[in-house]
């Protein structure tokens, strides 16, 4: 047996991308021996498990973004994966839609971002609309994007575990990255000499990140995403229903979202976690990283390129359920409090904070060097994106160590 002492490429984190990033490096070194670790003892515990499921088309993104570049094919290539595979998709399609007149501009935005990624959208106006779907409000026009979809992250993940082991990857759960000394890597079983380190962490890459010289100007900063499930029978909703978002923010908006079992969920909140693994009450509590993410928060009450303030103030109200039922009645007619009654597992944006400028970053976040290269701000829509996502990350790795 191999020694876990030593490795070609040691992979930090078990979600979506570090899997992806492992497969697709095997793939181009076939020879190379990698080494997966996951602090937890299952995989996907975090983001990728936590995640709504939804495999996204493309077009909220401007044309020059990462974002953009693997989303498409992101999602072409994990569509042709859960086929192949025999694992769950359902290809509902999604609609965009106007809650007002002011909202008009941005679905318009939407539309020319679509064309410009080469996604496939249709502007209906209300009566086509209401022909797909009777229930859903919008002011004079709306967009509909077919290739929205949705998978259980979950499954793809197990899979995704499964093929790495088939194809030699070293995957070993429960042992958790400490730090980096004298060029080897301490983990909580023992030591590491690695060739070459990809650090896809999430909530925790920018700690990484700064043990090997990056990250200088970015912090994490968690925010929390609940979804509230409807008691309505399967199928009630037949296709994704969003609003157009505010562009100036890296969320979403309150939407109807369809589970893979075909159950009706409102939501996310991005609420402003007070730790990094803030998901239930006091679990998890770290009393170093509540100070540090208290103060980032301070600061950015008091200075920031965007109103911070607002939108925490906003967000927090979506804890208290009418409030984001309500939001959510501005998109679908008939829509009633007693019917949306018990909240999802909650999920932890690890969003990324540029300290420089004060402001969220909008796009993936990838920096790198000749000995290591870090995913420091894997959000929505990586899970979509991760399998084009990885192929990069992988021409990036060879271009480095050439």
């Not at 602090?39 to 020059?64: C, I, M, P, Q, W």
């Not at 909140?269 to 540090?292: C, D, H, K, Q, V």
């Not at 679908?332 to 597992?345: A, F, H, I, Q, R």
Request: aromatic letters at 10%; charged letters at 25%; one cysteine or more.
């Amino acid at each position: 047996m191999r020694d876990f002492k030593r490795c070609d490429f040691l992979i930090i984190g078990g979600g979506i991308i570090g899997l992806t990033t492992a497969l697709a490096l095997k793939r181009k070194f076939s020879d190379a021996d990698i080494l997966l670790i996951e602090k937890e003892k299952e995989y996907a515990s975090h983001g990728s498990g936590r995640n709504s499921g939804v495999l996204h088309a493309g077009f909220y993104y401007t044309a020059d973004s990462l974002k953009a570049k693997f989303t498409k094919k992101g999602n072409e290539l994990l569509r042709d994966y859960c086929l192949e595979k025999g694992l769950p998709l359902n290809k509902c399609g999604k609609l965009v839609v106007a809650k007002t007149e002011e909202d008009l501009a941005g679905l318009d935005e939407l539309y020319r971002r679509g064309q410009s990624n080469g996604i496939n959208l249709l502007e209906l106006d209300v009566k086509q609309v209401q022909e797909i779907e009777p229930k859903v409000r919008t002011v004079d026009r709306a967009l509909l994007s077919p290739d929205t979809a949705v998978i259980d992250p979950s499954l793809v993940v197990s899979s995704l575990v499964s093929d790495a082991q088939a194809m030699g990857i070293r995957c070993k759960t429960g042992t958790k990255y400490l730090n980096r000394q004298n060029g080897r890597i301490n983990i909580s079983s023992g030591t590491i000499e690695a060739g070459y380190v990809i650090n896809a962490a999430g909530l925790y890459a920018d700690r990484i990140a700064r043990d090997f010289g990056f990250a200088r100007h970015y912090k994490i900063l968690p925010f929390k995403g609940l979804y509230l499930y409807s008691d309505l029978p399967p199928e009630t909703l037949r296709l994704h229903v969003y609003t157009v978002p505010d562009l100036n923010y890296p969320f979403l908006g309150v939407h109807f979202t369809i589970a893979i079992d075909g159950r009706i969920k409102i939501g996310p909140t991005a609420i402003p976690a007070f730790w990094r693994e803030n998901y239930t009450g006091l679990s998890n509590f770290n009393l170093g990283e509540f100070m540090e993410i208290m103060f980032s928060e301070f600061n950015l009450l008091l200075n920031s390129n965007f109103d911070f303030k607002k939108m925490a103030l906003t967000e927090i109200k979506k804890y208290y359920r009418p409030f984001l039922v309500q939001q959510a009645s501005y998109l679908l007619e008939g829509v009633k409090p007693e019917n949306y009654t018990k909240w999802g597992k909650p999920g932890i944006r690890a969003q990324l904070l540029d300290t420089r400028k004060k402001k969220l970053v909008m796009d993936f976040c990838l920096e790198g060097d000749e000995k290591s290269f870090h995913v420091l701000n894997a959000v929505s829509p990586a899970f979509t994106a991760s399998m084009a996502f990885a192929d990069h990350i992988c021409r990036e790795i060879e271009k480095r160590i050439q």
